[in-house]
């Protein structure tokens, strides 16, 4: 069963960082393009970052271009998004997400539950 | 950036109605690239549709996908108590990005 467990959300002050993890299991990690993506409480999905298989593509939208960066140690079957400049709409659950390919352009299959993050003074 | 525009809003139907969701693109879309997704409240979202008309594994065949170029349709046949939720397309040709998304409610 794939499993997907994020970590790392909370409260941060506007300009602080974070870095979420995500931990997978039951599938071969290293084969497949992760994906995380975010939603506003109440609000729609907003595709955040994507990287590929072996980490050598890498994708960010153009709201988080320059502040946020997705990795992966794929030894470790962790994907990570380091989030730095943190801004007020940056707040909301962060989901990580895995792709049907290697590569990025393919839809996500599985998703995790998310994790909460609240950037507020 | 390709905007993908859903109709409508909100959707009020009965148990048993047929549902058409509709999504459009600023720009054409392969086919290959358009998708479909569940989500209810509380929960992550669902892979429904995948490739514009192919059901993911364990999609009932109530649901259905279809469309072309910068029009695309997800269709509930007979709608059941669990598919009142709210429903996304997503295109990943051009980067990716997701619609605002229809709410289906119960009427």
């Known amino acids: 069963e794939v499993q997907l467990l994020e970590s790392g959300g909370g409260l941060v002050q506007p300009g602080g960082s974070l870095r979420l993890s995500c931990t997978a299991s039951?599938?071969?990690?290293?084969?497949?393009?992760m994906t995380w993506v975010r939603q506003a409480a109440g609000k729609g999905l907003e595709w955040v970052s994507a990287?590929?298989?072996?980490?050598?593509?890498?994708y960010h939208a153009d709201s988080v271009e320059g502040r946020f960066t997705i990795s992966r140690d794929n030894s470790r079957n962790t994907l990570y998004l380091q989030m730095n400049s943190l801004r007020a709409d940056d707040t909301g659950r962060y989901y990580c997400?895995?792709?049907?390919?290697?590569?990025?352009?393919?839809?996500?299959?599985?998703w995790g539950q998310g994790t909460l993050v609240t950037v507020s003074s | 950036e390709i905007v993908l525009t859903q109709s409508p809003g909100t959707l009020s139907l009965s148990p048993g109605e047929r549902a058409t969701l509709s999504c459009r693109a600023s720009?054409?879309?392969?086919?290959?690239?358009l998708a479909w997704y569940q989500q209810k409240p509380g929960q992550a979202p669902r892979l429904l549709i995948y490739g514009t008309i192919s059901r993911a594994t364990g999609i009932p065949d109530r649901f259905s996908g279809s469309g072309s170029g910068t029009e695309f349709t997800l269709s509930i046949s007979r709608l059941e108590p669990e598919d009142f939720a709210v429903y996304y397309c997503?295109?990943?040709?051009?980067?990716?990005?997701f619609g605002q998304g229809t709410r289906l409610e119960i009427k």
């Open positions: 720009q054409s879309v392969s086919s290959g690239f």
């Open positions: 997503q295109q990943f040709v051009s980067s990716i990005t």
């Open positions: 039951g599938f071969t990690f290293s084969n497949y393009a």
């Open positions: 990287i590929s298989d072996r980490g050598d593509s890498t």
């Open positions: 997400a895995k792709g049907s390919d290697r590569v990025v352009t393919a839809p996500i299959n599985h």
